[in-house]
């Protein structure tokens, strides 16, 4: 039987360990999970002495380099055939260990394997629902054959995982999108990657608008429209498929015409019809949180979701001028 290593990448998460650690404890005294490594990136909270208390070995990434080096250190010192990444601000399900053993092991070819929140995100907030919803319904609508990889709820096998290089801290000193980056490396070399629509997590991060906006644009959006931009990228998936750019390209005519409609009437009906259009092709996302959080929160995460498709295209946009304007790349 394969045996797993938990590495949790730890940065001033005090208040949230408890929560996040008590699944994991109780998979490695069930016996799913051979051991929980906690590497910490130059916290100055109590987080590292919350893991001591507990008797989880800790290691150190050697300063604040990021959840990828982080993750590297913890890879480095697993002694797992498979390494399972969850993050500080995550509470797995309490079936995620078996359901990554389950796969490897029904999956010879497998190298990496990764789900998604769930549908019950721990923030109340209008922007935390809107984030944690939107990211669980974009996961659940994905491929199950994926050309990326998710770090936040994911699994690698170990010596794939090495071989490929591990997460590139050079490229990525913050947290971005080093995993996505990674499950192209995994794939480019014959790896196959999993979505399992069943392993599944809370988040427990709270969202304020600016963080969205910020994040989503500089840590997000704009390095992954420049990974896009390379030769040889694989994914056409989640966040960037098919369907989600014909949505975006939705909300643009949408944000277009309710711009335009007061100095031409007509446009006037249009965006009515876009706003319409709009939501009948995000519907599952609409109603999960109208579900979840009322009809207050759901309007609000209608505007949200237009917003978020505004600043993606234009980044991506961007992105394409840029590229460009640099020439062809060799």
């Not at 721990?122 to 998710?150: I, K």
């Not at 991506?316 to 790349?329: F, H, I, K, N, T």
Request: hydrophobic content about 45%; some cysteine.
């Amino acid at each position: 039987m394969r045996t797993i290593s938990v590495v949790v990448p730890l940065f001033n998460s005090a208040p949230l360990l408890e929560r996040v650690l008590t699944p994991l404890a109780a998979a490695a005294k069930r016996g799913e999970i051979l051991e929980i490594l906690i590497v910490d990136d130059g916290s100055t909270d109590d987080g590292p002495d919350t893991c001591r208390a507990r008797g989880l070995e800790l290691l150190s990434s050697g300063g604040h380099l990021g959840p990828g080096a982080a993750r590297n250190v913890g890879v480095e010192a697993a002694r797992g055939d498979i390494v399972l990444f969850v993050d500080a601000d995550v509470v797995i399900h309490d079936d995620v260990p078996s359901i990554v053993r389950e796969t490897f092991e029904a999956y010879p070819d497998c190298v990496a394997v990764f789900g998604s929140y769930d549908d019950r995100p721990a923030a109340r907030g209008f922007v935390s629902t809107y984030v944690n919803l939107r990211h669980h319904c974009v996961h659940q609508a994905g491929n199950p054959e994926a050309s990326t990889f998710w770090a936040a709820c994911g699994a690698a096998d170990r010596r794939a995982f090495t071989d490929a290089g591990g997460y590139d801290i050079a490229r990525f000193e913050r947290s971005s999108i080093e995993d996505i980056e990674l499950g192209q490396r995994l794939r480019r070399r014959g790896g196959r990657i999993l979505l399992r629509k069943d392993m599944l997590c809370t988040h427990l991060k709270r969202w304020t608008l600016r963080d969205m906006v910020v994040t989503e644009i500089f840590r997000r959006a704009l390095p992954w429209g420049r990974l896009m931009m390379q030769p040889g990228y694989l994914a056409s998936e989640l966040n960037v498929s098919t369907r989600e750019r014909w949505k975006a390209g939705l909300a643009l005519l949408l944000v277009a015409s309710v711009l335009a409609a007061p100095f031409y009437a007509p446009l006037g009906l249009a965006a009515l019809a876009f706003a319409v259009l709009a939501f009948r092709v995000n519907r599952r996302l609409f109603r999960l949180i109208l579900k979840r959080r009322g009809w207050a929160a759901m309007l609000v995460g209608v505007a949200l979701h237009q917003l978020y498709y505004l600043y993606s295209s234009l980044t991506y946009g961007y992105c394409v001028l840029e590229s460009a304007a640099r020439g062809p790349v060799r």
